[in-house]
């Protein structure tokens, strides 16, 4: 092996450190903005809650800016092994985990926090507080849809790259083929919300979380298979 292909392995290996540890980023972000907005959007008497809380849903805004950011500059360290077994693949992936997919966080954390300065307003407002309540009611369920609509877009995204990891064998096989059955158990579920079906089916999106989270977790700890690295340079 020559000194370049030694310097790409080491460039690979801190590539998937890089990626692993974005994927965590983002996941817990993720989770964490789920926590600390639970209790928030229960009832209709939600903008006074927020009005009483806005640092809460403020700081749930900052998790969905940060997993968006994390999750869409992780695949900018997959692409460059990825593209050698598949240009195409590899570009979907950056395309649907990187701008389309942020877009919709964005969107998120923009609505978030529109969210409290209506909450301040209608709190306010007086009489005049019904039509801001309307307004909040619309938001709110702005919000709700934008979750089962981003979560085709992830799907997309996230199957390149199980895909990828499986004709590359980056990774163990094992996690692409669970990340696989997972992303068909979450989007079974989204695609039930998405069309209002009132099931308590939360827990078909566990098996991908955990997933992800032990597929970082592999990436920082193992990197990419040093074997398969190598086949990917020597190839292309």
């Known amino acids: 092996m020559t000194n370049n292909e030694t310097n790409k392995i080491k460039t690979y290996r801190i590539n998937a450190a890089v990626a692993g540890v974005l994927y965590i980023i983002g996941t817990v972000a993720g989770v964490l903005s789920l ?131 499986y004709l590359t064998k980056l990774i163990p096989r094992w996690i692409s083929v669970w990340g696989m059955i997972g992303s068909v158990l979450y989007i079974a579920y989204y695609f039930m919300k998405f069309f209002d079906f009132s099931l308590n089916l939360g827990f078909l999106v566990l098996p991908l979380a955990i997933q992800e989270m032990i597929m970082g977790l592999w990436l920082v700890i193992k990197g990419f298979n040093k074997t398969a690295v190598e086949e990917l340079i020597t190839d292309k």
């Open 35 to 165: 926590v600390v907005t639970k209790d928030l959007f229960a009832g209709e008497d939600f903008l006074i809650r927020i009005f009483a809380n806005p640092i809460l849903l403020n700081l749930g805004a900052f998790f969905i800016l940060i997993m968006g950011l994390s999750l869409a500059a992780m695949p900018i360290f997959l692409y460059p092994l990825f593209r050698k077994k598949s240009e195409a693949m590899a570009l979907g992936m950056v395309i649907f985990r990187g701008p389309i997919e942020a877009s919709g966080y964005f969107l998120s954390v923009v609505n978030w926090l529109l969210l409290v300065l209506v909450s301040k307003e209608f709190a306010a407002a007086g009489s005049e507080a019904a039509s801001l309540q309307a307004i909040g009611n619309v938001m709110l369920q702005f919000g709700d849809r934008v979750g089962p609509a981003l979560s085709f877009v992830f799907i997309i995204g996230a199957m390149f790259i199980y895909i990828l990891f």
